[in-house]
Structure formats: C-alpha cells, structure tokens
C-alpha cells in the first residue's frame, strides 16, 4: 500500500529561528495592543559556551536540600541538563524508562500484549497502545526532527539522556527500585527518545486523547482492525496462537460502544467513549496577585497544579542554575528536562489546563463510486486516504517475539479515527452522517509544538518582567494546553490563555455555527469540548498564517491587572469578573456562562480577602493584604463553597424535619444521625473535622443542577455568586430533595461502614503502593495517611480525590487502588472500612510573594519527590503535607547552604558524540 507522510510542514523559519536561538529579546510583530511600557529587548542572546559543554565535558554540582530538593548549578544549559537528567533518574527511573518505552510505541514487547479488548477481539492493551503511538509517528518525528530543533533544545535534551545514561550505568539494573529492577525496558535512552516522550506529553489533551481505540479500530469498512502475525524465522506455532483473529462477519467484533468502554478501562491514558472532552484527568487552581493585594505592592502568586499522584504526570521540583543565563527553582513533569511552573529572581507563573480546543475532528463525505470507502470529496474533488504498514514486536514467552503489522490509515489533516467509538451518535467508517457515508478523521494543534517544550519555558524562565515574559508568546510560542498566571516584583499581574489553538476564518465559524444549529450531534460535541468540521469543503481549512495553522499570540484571550489575575479550569472568560474577556475564537471555550463552584471558591477567597468563610483562615489576614504564605494557608484552609452556601439550609431542613422518615425512592428512613453529625461539623476539610464526609455524599446526590434546584437564576454580570438560594422546602419534609439527598447518603455510608461522626483522617487516607512490575499485583507500603483536603462535587478549592485505576497513571505499573467504588459518593470505595482512598489532586503547590530580598515561596510536592518505596523520599513530604507542614522554597545560595539536611555532590560525564 502506498505510504502517506500526514505530518504537517514545519513552523516558519524566522519564529524557529527566534525560538531557537534562545533569545527572549526578539521583537513582536507589533500586535500586542496590551503591551507593558517597561518593554526591553531582553538578556543577551547565548554564546556556544553557555549552551554547550566544551569538548561534551559534561559536569554539574547537585546540591540535595530538605525533602529531596536537588539543586543542580553548571556552567553550560546541556551540563544543567545533565544534572536534571540524573536527579530524575535517581528518584523516579521507573517512570522514566516506563515513559520512554511507551513513546516509542514498545510496550508489548516488554510487558506483553496485555489484557484483552473484548472478548470477541482478542488483541491486547500494550498491542493497541503500541500501534497507536506508532501511527501518531512519536519516534519517527523525533528523529527526523531532531537536528532542526534550536541550539539549547538539542544540548539541554542531549545533556539530559546523557544524566539519565550515567545514573543507570552507575548503579546498575539489578539495583534498581523493585518495580522496574533488572527489568530490560530500562536501558540507555539517547536525545532523540527523550524527544519522542515529549512529543507525547505535547499530546496530551489532544492526540493522546485517541490511543485507546479510536485511532486503532478506525478501518475501511469490512475490515478487519486485527493485526496480522509475521512469520519469522526461528517462531513457534505458539508465538502467534495468542493473536488468532477475530471473525469480521461477528457483528460483535463492531460493537462500537462495548468496545470504547473496555478501551477506557483498560487504558486510563485515554479517554475511549469519553463523553466529555473537556475532563482530560488533569485541572489546577492559578492566581496572579498584582500590587494592589499585597502586603508590600510587589506580585504574589498562587500555584497549584492538581495531577495524579502515581506514574508519569507526577511533578519533580528542581533548581536549575547557571550563571548569567538562567535561575529557575519549580517543579516539572518527570522526564522533562526545565521546570514547568516556578519562579526566579523576578517573576514567577504557574498553569492550568485550559478549555481550549487543540484539535478538530473533520468528517469527510466519502465518493460513492468507491466501494473501498478510501476516496472522499472535496470541493468536488476526489481525495484519497493514504495507508502506512505499521509493525510491533510483542513478548509471547518465548525467546522470539511476535511481529505484527497492520495497515493504519491517514487523510491529509492526519490519522483516521472510528468515531462510533469516541461517540456513539457518530457513525462508524462508512456510515451514514449527516444524510452521506462519512468517515473521521482530525487535525492536531500539538504535532509540532514538542520542540518548544525547551525552549518555550527556558525562554520564560529567562524573564525578567512581563515584556519579556510575553516575548516567547508573542514568537508563536505555545504552552501546549495551559493556560498561564504570572506575577512579577513590580507588582505586574498577567493571564493568557497560550494554547495551541487551531485557527478557523470568520467563514468556517460562520459555516460551524450555522452546521451546529441543525445537528444536535455537532452541537453535542461542541458542547463537550470538541469542533466538528465538514471536510468537504476547504473553507474548513486551518488559516496557516505564521504560526503553522494556530491562532498567533494577537488572538490569544490574556489580561493585565494590578489586582488579580485568576483561573481554576474555567474558560478564559471570567479571569477577573470586573474585566470581563471576550470577543475571541469560540475554540477557546466558553463565555457568559456558569462556573464551576471551585472558580466561584477561589474568587470568594480573592474578593473577600478578610473574611475565613466556616474556617479560622483569613485569605489575606486581618489586612487584606496578601503574603506568600498567607496564600498557602489560604489553600490549606479546605474551605468548600457549597459548604458555605447550602450548609446553613440544609441544617435548617434537617431540624424541622426531627425523626420524620424521609422518602429515598427505594424507601424510608430518618436522617437524624446524620443531621447530628452535619451539626457538629466544622464545615471544613481538615483531618479532625468530625462529619465532613456527610456533607460530601449529601452532596454528591444532590448534584445541583443549574439553575433549576436555585431561586436565584444564573447572572452573566455576577458569576461569582449566581445561581444561588436553595427553592423554598416542600411543606412536607419526607417529601424534600435536600433531605432525600442525604437520606441516600447515609444509606451508602453505611454500606461502606464508614460511621457518621467519623474523623476525615480517619476515612480519607493516602495508600502509596509499593514497587510492582507491569502484569504484577500491587501491594501497599507502609500505613495509610491522613489526607486533608476535598473534591469538586463539594466545591472545594485544595482538591484532593480517589483514583479508581488499577495501574499508575500513563504506565502499566500496578498501583493500590480500591477494588469498586459506590456510585454517588465521590469514589468511596465499596470495601467496607476503607473509606476514601486518594491518589489525585493538589501536588505540586506553592504560595509565593517578592521581598526585598527576591522570591519567598512556601510549599511542597504533596506526594514527595520519589517514586521507590525505598527512598528516603518516598514519604516524608507527604507526612508534611498531612500535617499542613509546608516548606520554605530555597532559592538564595545562602539560603541552600545553610539547610541542615544539604548533601552535595559533582557528577561528571562525557556527552555522545553531537
């Protein structure tokens, strides 16, 4: 079959000669109305010498501070590098060589081919997952790419694989943690993998997004989605008996929705059938505080990602230094080599995921006359599909593996989707949509911003004020999927949302508008955060322009503010409710409309800074002004906002109605046990608050819905407060919903054995798993731990919830997780005694303010800093922040060397040849 090259070309050459350079002073295209006036071309550009280790004489200082906090200082960004890459493999080599293996789509080799799709499609997990990847051309793109990519992306990426290389040799496989030791899928990485890995973490709430099933069953029709068994030389009959294949006359084997459950469930990196594009299992809360709200008029600011607690979306924090180039402490994926989300002498910024769209699905209206279903028109003109033959190797007990290969499927946007699997209202390929036979396919925002993942941040932790911070976006830079909160020492608040965002003409949105008033399944999707696009016509074309098809920097929601800059996972729109932002492409989410009850707890804390709600907790203390660490108590106050808007009516209710039984649906019983604990509780989520767990399955019933169960309709010009005002209570207290609510609570409490005036300690804890390989059976470390903190569904701010998923996040690792979980109770697991197991949520968290002196932050990685059950810190920040025990955030030399815990060393190596 012929073989079609889908990547999309590369971005113009004078933004990858911008970016590439490092420079942070290379002018704007002038589009920046908002501007600041403190513009400056920024620091010098870099020599040779800063980016690379002379002679590949690579060698750095690792200072090790309190909780694990490795400090690296080098002379050079790729022997800096160097040291990132061997502290991560130091405490978390697991992850990372997990990671690599899965971007390099080699899963099944090592691990197997996995559990099974369906019964009637006996192909393996680690198989769909492998083939998935290789169809999204991860590795192949990292090597054809790699020399392209800018001076420091290549020395800082060489000089990490290099770090990582020496941590390994040095201690040996079969030294390793227990999860991956002697485990051959750890083995010596080189630049180009590292590179393949962040290609996959630029997909992430996009491409990623169809590895479970929509890319691997999207196949003509009357084809068959099993791979096919290569004869090799020295194989068994055995080798392929595991990989029989399916019947394709079996309708069962195109039961589309059966299937997109199971991928969902089998692999918790996608999203399979998901029905709500926007939950991409990663949020955050982010506040910019400008000198109008702090103590001393420089910035402050609020950092806190919420992200799972095991596998390869765990947060590292580091320091990396070198002289007169960069000096950034903060804490990034595992595996990437520069911090994410931190701050240096000047200027600090955090991130949350954002409701932009990255992508566009397109169905295309297939050429009647092709009963192959591989021709489409457009613009009355036939267009082929394109076919690649893709091969895997998979592990099968022998001593060689099976090799299978399949044909995978590209239009000219990229890879061919099943969309009765993504959505059961779509049709399979070839079905009927829209009154046509039709087939999916999508283009991707994010296939060709990972070589920006360098030096987009190394550029912004470069700044020193916003002008120059601004200056990376403004280059057709790309954050990826998060949106962005700055604070600076002048007292400079910012917000932008500098996602990739595909960028459609007035036409295309006009036409969509039009296409989704009629189709209430194009409505659906776009609702759930996904744009369908008619592919039958090229006005439905991304606009290229200067930033490879995405909306440039001038059309990017962003504000500037002296006050406050904040965002909790809702659209750009209400960033600051007295500076409302519209009038930007619909792709990036939402507008006028309601907002998520942990936005409406954060702006509650900002604008009224003095008052602690049901905690003891002043946001800003008695003045109303903020410091960095009256932020941080801030968030471990576990206020929650429907507790300080229903609490009181609900207590109300449940004395008038005494003894009454009230009616569940099901039944009858009295609420009274329950409504004495509610009594007793101190509306907060603390791990002494006795009855905080009634509020929570109470609300978890009641789900408020919008604005029906409210007397108060929503208000656009009041969204922080609107709707509000429970409807008046029936007459007849049996009869009240409030009440039916909790009543069905209890009944589920009591099915878990969890008593009602427990302490939240004691039935919501922390279990860390201890080191199992892949296909192995997860086993706990140590006691479980007191977690405070609460969910969503309460309208909590410090959010903190269960993970259900039986292996770590991204990985095939097995983790300790509940068994089953009661439905409407916020995960509570069905396993009487066990309570509420967390293992999501705030992780890597920080209050930050500028002295006189630079930055002073306070914070912790809520989970440590290692994955090894072995470490020394495995723990011991997760006993802190049980404890609401933060750490100060060293960042001054003076400061590190005083630590009482400091450990230092000098770790030395020779590059690859470059």
């Not at 999204?136 to 800082?156: R, W, Y």
């Not at 390869?312 to 580091?318: D, I, P, S």
């Not at 439905?823 to 002295?851: M, R, V």
Request: net charge negative; glycine share 10%; proline share 6%.
């Amino acid at each position: 079959m012929k073989t079609f090259d889908w990547k999309r070309p590369l971005v113009a050459a004078t933004v990858s000669l911008c970016l590439g350079a490092g420079l942070i002073g290379c002018s704007s295209d002038g589009s920046d109305d908002d501007r600041s006036n403190n513009r400056d071309t920024g620091p010098s550009s870099l020599s040779d010498s800063q980016i690379n280790a002379p002679d590949g004489q690579l060698s750095a200082t690792v200072q090790t501070t309190t909780g694990g906090v490795p400090h690296i200082t080098a002379d050079n960004l790729e022997s800096a590098a160097f040291g990132s890459g061997y502290v991560q493999a130091r405490d978390n080599i697991c992850i990372i060589a997990d990671s690599i293996v899965r971007a390099r789509g080699e899963r099944a080799m090592y691990y197997g081919p996995g559990e099974n799709l369906s019964p009637q499609l006996p192909i393996g997990v680690n198989v769909i997952t492998d083939f998935s990847y290789k169809a999204l051309g991860l590795l192949e793109k990292a090597q054809d790419e790699f020399d392209e990519l800018s001076a420091p992306g290549q020395a800082m990426l060489r000089g990490f694989a290099a770090g990582y290389n020496k941590y390994l040799n040095d201690t040996g496989r079969q030294n390793l943690p227990a999860k991956c030791n002697s485990g051959p899928w750890v083995r010596p990485i080189s630049a180009t993998d590292v590179y393949a890995y962040y290609q996959l973490v630029a997909l992430y709430a996009s491409g990623d997004q169809f590895t479970g099933g929509p890319i691997f069953l999207a196949v003509p029709p009357n084809t068959n989605p099993a791979p096919t068994p290569v004869a090799q030389a020295g194989a068994t009959a055995q080798t392929s008996s595991s990989f029989a294949q399916a019947d394709p006359a079996s309708a069962d084997v195109f039961n589309a929705k059966a299937l997109a459950q199971f991928a969902r469930a089998a692999t918790p990196e996608s999203i399979g059938a998901k029905t709500d594009f926007n939950d991409r299992g990663m949020a955050s809360n982010g506040w910019g505080i400008g000198s109008e709200m702090t103590e001393n008029g420089k910035g402050a600011l609020l950092a806190n990602p919420h992200f799972p607690y095991t596998g390869n979306r765990r947060l590292y924090q580091m320091q990396l230094t070198v002289p007169g180039v960069y000096n950034v402490n903060g804490a990034g994926l595992i595996g990437i080599v520069i911090p994410l989300i931190g701050f240096n002498e000047n200027i600090a910024w955090t991130h949350t995921v954002s409701t932009a769209q990255h992508f566009t699905l397109y169905d295309l209206t297939l050429d009647p006359s092709d009963s192959s279903g591989m021709t489409y028109i457009k613009d009355g003109e036939p267009k082929k599909i394109e076919s690649k033959t893709l091969s895997i190797q998979v592990a099968n007990g022998s001593p060689t593996p099976t090799t299978l290969q399949r044909e995978f499927y590209f239009s000219e946007y990229g890879p061919m989707l099943a969309g009765n699997v993504i959505n059961e209202n779509l049709p399979a390929w070839g079905g009927q949509f829209a009154g046509r036979a039709s087939a999916l396919t999508y283009r991707d925002a994010n296939t060709e911003t990972a070589r920006q993942v360098v030096d987009q941040w190394l550029n912004m932790g470069r700044a020193s004020n916003l002008a120059q911070f601004k200056q990376p976006f403004q280059a057709c830079g790309s954050v990826l999927w998060v949106n962005t909160m700055y604070a600076d020492d002048s007292g400079q608040a910012f917000y932008i949302d500098g996602t990739s965002v595909p960028q459609l003409s007035q036409g295309a949105l006009q036409a969509f508008q039009a296409r989704a008033t009629v189709n209430p399944v194009v409505a659906g999707l776009f609702d759930a955060g996904v744009t369908l696009l008619d592919g039958s016509r090229s006005l439905n074309d991304w606009i290229e322009g200067d930033c490879d098809g995405r909306v440039p920097y001038a059309g990017a929601p962003k504000l500037e503010r002296r006050d406050y800059v904040q965002n909790s996972n809702d659209s750009y729109w209400a960033t600051n409710p007295d500076a409302f932002l519209t009038g930007f492409s619909p792709l990036y989410g939402k507008t006028n409309s309601i907002l998520s009850p942990r936005t409406r707890m954060g702006l509650k804390m900002l604008e009224n800074p003095t008052d602690p709600g049901r905690s003891t907790v002043a946001p800003a203390g008695s003045d109303g002004k903020f410091t960095g660490e009256e932020i941080i108590k801030a968030l471990y106050s576990n206020r929650a906002y429907y507790a300080e808007t229903l609490l009181d009516e609900l207590r109300t209710r449940c004395t008038n109605a005494g003894d009454t039984a009230i009616n569940t649906g099901s039944g009858s019983r009295s609420v009274a046990a329950g409504c004495a604990a509610l009594a007793n509780w101190d509306g907060v989520y603390d791990v002494n608050s006795t009855g905080a767990h009634v509020f929570r399955v109470f609300m978890a019933d009641y789900d408020p819905s919008y604005p029906a169960q409210f007397s108060v309709a929503f208000d656009p010009a009041n969204p922080a407060t609107t709707p509000s005002t429970p409807n008046a209570a029936p007459s007849n207290p049996a009869q009240d919903p409030m009440l039916a609510s909790l009543a069905r609570g209890l009944d589920r409490l009591d099915q878990g054995n969890i008593a009602y005036d427990a302490r939240l300690g004691d039935v919501q804890r922390v279990q860390q798993s201890a080191g199992t390989r892949p296909n192995g059976t997860p086993a706990p470390s140590g006691s479980p731990i007191e977690w405070h903190g609460n969910q969503n569904l309460e309208g909590g701010f410090n959010i903190v919830r269960p993970d259900v998923n039986a292996v770590e996040d991204g990985t095939r690792y097995p983790r300790v997780a509940p068994a089953d979980t009661l439905a409407n109770t916020g995960d509570l697991s069905s396993t009487p005694n066990e309570g509420w197991l967390i293992g999501y949520g705030t992780s890597w968290h920080f209050g930050l303010s500028f002295g006189d002196n630079g930055p002073e932050g306070y914070g912790l990685i809520s989970y440590s800093q290692s994955d090894d059950a072995g470490s020394d810190h495995f723990e011991d920040q997760d006993q802190r922040y049980s404890n609401k025990n933060y750490r100060k955030l060293l960042y001054r030399q003076a400061d590190i060397a005083a630590d009482p815990n400091l450990e230092s060393e000098t770790i030395e190596a020779t590059t690859a040849t470059r």
